[in-house]
């Protein structure tokens, strides 16, 4: 079954809330990268993160990778109707094989309203 | 640039036919993908290839068959549609992968198919 699961599933918010994707790991990863997909449009990457605890950010963005590496977040500060679509963290298993094989998680779809 | 291109981008087909979905790259990437995106169940990977000439299973690979036959292009084929194969069927290529880390994944606009 799927291995790497996001909550909620989706999510709706008013412009100027703030947001918050997990994404967790049946087993530990080498690292996490966090895609996001526009409405009828295809996934474009945004990150990667590689060392425990590790945190960046991007502008109103926060991506946090967990310490065991098993699970990472990404948070939005103060949403705008541009932040809409799906959120995608995308990883690869430890005891998955090769590092070509990316595996996605569930997704996360955020709806914004004024 | 083009970056990564497939086609067709819509298609229907009848239960049994067959298909062949392509997918061109000019970014001279070596590994390829096939995804397919369902409601709730986010992007699952079909085969993928490290290469030219080189293809591999992925999570959801029955039914399905591919080839890549040059660098630059990745064949995704149905040999006989069933409705459950109905979907949005994305491809992606990145550069070769550095020990644990993976490389930024292209994806091409997706092709949706129906099958009835």
């Known amino acids: 079954g799927q291995q790497v699961m996001q909550i909620p599933q989706y999510q709706h918010v008013q412009e100027g809330e703030d947001f918050t994707t997990y994404c967790n790991s049946s087993?530990?990863?080498?690292?996490i990268q966090w895609y996001k997909q526009r409405p009828g449009g295809h996934p474009v990457f945004l990150i990667q993160?590689?060392?425990?605890?590790e945190v960046k950010k991007q502008k109103r963005l926060t991506f946090q990778f967990g310490e065991a590496k098993k699970n990472s977040s990404l948070h939005i500060t103060a949403t705008q109707t541009t932040d809409v679509g799906t959120y995608f963290c995308?990883?690869?298993?430890?005891?998955?094989?090769?590092?070509?094989?990316?595996?996605f998680g569930t997704g996360t779809r955020l709806q914004v309203t004024l | 640039n083009a970056g990564v291109t497939q086609t067709p981008k819509f298609r229907v087909l009848k239960t049994g036919q067959s298909m062949t979905l392509l997918c061109a790259q000019d970014?001279?990437?070596?590994?390829m993908y096939w995804y397919r995106q369902d409601p709730g169940m986010g992007l699952r990977l079909i085969h993928y290839s490290v290469g030219e000439g080189t293809t591999a299973k992925g999570e959801v690979p029955d039914g399905y068959n591919v080839s890549r036959l040059k660098k630059q292009n990745f064949l995704l084929g149905l040999e006989s549609a069933a409705p459950s194969q109905t979907s949005v069927y994305f491809c992606?290529?990145?550069?070769?992968?550095?020990?644990?880390?993976?490389?930024?994944?292209?994806f091409g606009q997706g092709t949706r198919l129906t099958v009835v």
């Open positions: 995308a990883g690869k298993l430890r005891s998955g094989g090769t590092a070509s094989k990316l595996t």
């Open positions: 970014m001279n990437h070596e590994y």
């Open positions: 992606a290529s990145s550069p070769p992968h550095t020990g644990a880390l993976n490389t930024e994944a292209f």
């Open positions: 993160l590689v060392k425990s605890g």
């Open positions: 087993t530990t990863l080498s690292n």
